[in-house]
C-alpha cells in the first residue's frame, strides 16, 4: 500500500480565492497518484475522518471546504494519453485548465466550449458544473468521455457512457460527494479560432434583440451595468482568420483597464458609495468596441485578478427577458448599489443529472460584488426572484437553497442522493456545504 505519511505535507489555514471560506482541516495530504489517493480514503475511513479535494478554491460557496482530511491536487497532473485521431485526451485531475489548453493547443485540439476563467482544476471546474455561454455546445460536463473515481470503501473505478452510465452521468458534476475524481478524459475537438466582436449596445435593445443575437450566434453574452443603460455585448463565431488583438492592445483593454482600473474604482465605491452610478457609467462608456480572432481559449477567457463573491442561477430560458426586466424592477425599489456587471449567458439541454443546464434550454444569470463588499442583502433579493422561476444555483457559487428545495428542480435528484446513499453510506465525502445541498 502506498504510504500516506510520504506525501503528507503542512496544515495551515486554507482559505478560498475570494477569502470567503476557510478551514483548519486536521489532516492535509498530496497524493502523488490515484493509489495515493486510495490510501488516504482508506486511511479516513480508519480514523473516522471525511476527505475533500480542493483545487485552486475558485468556488465561492463551501462545495471544497475540507474539515477532516484535505488532499491537495499540486501532484496529480500528469497527462497520461493524448490521441489525436479520436480527440480522446486524459489528464490527471489537478491539472489546470491553462495548462490544458495550452497542452491540446499543442496538438491541435481544443476543448469545444469553456468559461471565461482558466485557472481552475479541471476536475474542480467539472465537478461545481462550470459551463461558459453556447447555442449548440454546453459545459465542460458535456466534453467528458470517461471518469476515473477513487470511491468511500478506497476502490478505483472508471466509468463512461458505456461503462457504469449512471455513475457517469451522476458524477460527471458530482460536488465531490459520490468519490475523488483523479482523472478526466475529454472529449476534444480539432483546434479553431473564433471572432470575438464586442460592442456597447443600450439595454432596450439588447433585450429587445436577445433571442436574435442568442440565436445567430455560436457563442453570446452581455453585461450589463447596473444604475446606468449601459450594455457591452460579446459574440463569438468561429473564423478561419487570424487577427489577434495587438500586444498593446491587448494589455490596455485586459490588464489596464478590466484589472488594474476597475479594482481601483472597487476600491473608490467601497469608500465612497454614492460614486457606484457614476463610476460604472464611466465603466460602461470605457469598455469600448473591438473585433480581433485567435485561438479558440485565448478568446474564451480572460484574466480576473479583482476579487469578487458570486452568485449565478441557471432559469428556463423562456424566462430570462422578463426575469431580466424584474431584476432591473428591484434596483429601483432596493437600495443597492452595485459597482459590477451582472452577466447573461445561455446554453444548450445538458444531460449530467446536476448540471444546472439539465434537460432544458438555460439562461445564467450572474451577479457579483466586490469581495470585501457585504453580499447577503442584493444576494438575498436576486435569489429570491430566481427561485420565483424554478432557477437552479450554480454549485460553486453563493446561494442559500437546500435538498427540500433542490430535489424539486432537479428531476434525477432523487437518482443522485439514492446513488450517493450507495457508494458513500458513512458520508466520507461530506462537508456542511454537501450536507445543506444533498440532505444528511
Known amino acids: 500500500m502506498p504510504s500516506v505519511r510520504s506525501s503528507r505535507v503542512s496544515s495551515p ?73 479520436s480527440g480522446l485526451v486524459t489528464v490527471e485531475a489537478g491539472l489546470p485548465l491553462h495548462r490544458l489548453n495550452r497542452l491540446l493547443d499543442e496538438h491541435g485540439l481544443a476543448l469545444a466550449n469553456m468559461g471565461d476563467i482558466q485557472e481552475q482544476t479541471v476536475a474542480g471546474a467539472l465537478q461545481t458544473g462550470t459551463h461558459g455561454t453556447g447555442r449548440d455546445v454546453a459545459g465542460l460536463a458535456s466534453q467528458v468521455a470517461a471518469l476515473e473515481l477513487v470511491l468511500a470503501d478506497g476502490s478505483t473505478v472508471t466509468c463512461s457512457r458505456t461503462e457504469r452510465p449512471e455513475l457517469f452521468d451522476a458524477a460527471r458534476v ?59 455585448t460579446k459574440r463569438n463565431n468561429r473564423t478561419d482568420r487570424a487577427a489577434p488583438l495587438p500586444a498593446v492592445r491587448h494589455w490596455l483593454d485586459d490588464e489596464f483597464l478590466s484589472n488594474a482600473v476597475f479594482g481601483m474604482l472597487q476600491r473608490l465605491t467601497r469608500r465612497v458609495p ?100 457585504p453580499h447577503e442583502d442584493y444576494f438575498r433579493g436576486v435569489e429570491e426572484l430566481m427561485t420565483a422561476v424554478g432557477g437552479r444555483p450554480h454549485w460553486g457559487k453563493l446561494h442559500t437553497r437546500d435538498a427540500a428545495y433542490l430535489e424539486k428542480v432537479y428531476p434525477r435528484f432523487a437518482d443522485f442522493t439514492a446513488l450517493r446513499d450507495e457508494l458513500d453510506p458513512e458520508r466520507r465525502f461530506a462537508n456542511r456545504y454537501i450536507a445543506q445541498v444533498l440532505g444528511r
Open 13 to 85: 489555514t486554507w482559505r478560498n480565492w475570494a477569502g470567503n471560506q476557510r478551514a483548519v482541516p486536521r489532516r492535509v495530504l498530496a497524493p502523488r497518484g490515484t493509489e495515493e489517493v486510495a490510501a488516504a480514503v482508506r486511511d479516513a475511513a480508519a480514523r473516522g475522518l471525511t476527505v475533500r479535494m480542493t483545487g485552486t478554491g475558485h468556488s465561492f460557496t463551501g462545495a471544497a471546504v475540507a474539515e477532516g482530511v484535505l488532499l491537495r491536487p499540486d501532484r496529480l497532473t500528469a497527462v497520461r494519453s493524448v490521441d489525436t485521431a
Open 274 to 373: 454614492a460614486a457606484v452610478g457614476p463610476v460604472n457609467a464611466v465603466s460602461a462608456r470605457a469598455l469600448g468596441a473591438r473585433t480581433y480572432s485567435d485561438t479558440s481559449y485565448k478568446v474564451f477567457t480572460s484574466p480576473r485578478r479583482v476579487r469578487f463573491k458570486e452568485q449565478e442561477y441557471a432559469i428556463p430560458r423562456e424566462h430570462l427577458v422578463a426575469t431580466l426586466r424584474e431584476l432591473r424592477t428591484l434596483f429601483a425599489r432596493r437600495d443597492w448599489r452595485i459597482s459590477f456587471p451582472i452577466e447573461v449567458r445561455v446554453l444548450p439541454p445538458e444531460d449530467a443529472w446536476l448540471s444546472m443546464a439539465y434537460g432544458r434550454r438555460t439562461a445564467f444569470i450572474a451577479v457579483h460584488v466586490y469581495h470585501r463588499n
Open 174 to 232: 458530482g460536488l465531490g460527494a459520490l468519490g475523488v475524481v483523479t482523472a478526466v478524459t475529454w472529449q476534444t475537438v480539432p483546434a479553431f479560432r473564433l471572432q470575438a466582436r464586442e460592442e456597447p449596445m443600450h439595454w432596450e435593445e439588447v433585450l429587445a434583440r436577445l433571442d436574435e443575437l442568442a440565436d445567430a450566434n455560436e457563442h453570446f453574452e452581455f453585461y450589463w451595468f447596473p444604475h446606468t443603460e449601459g450594455c457591452l
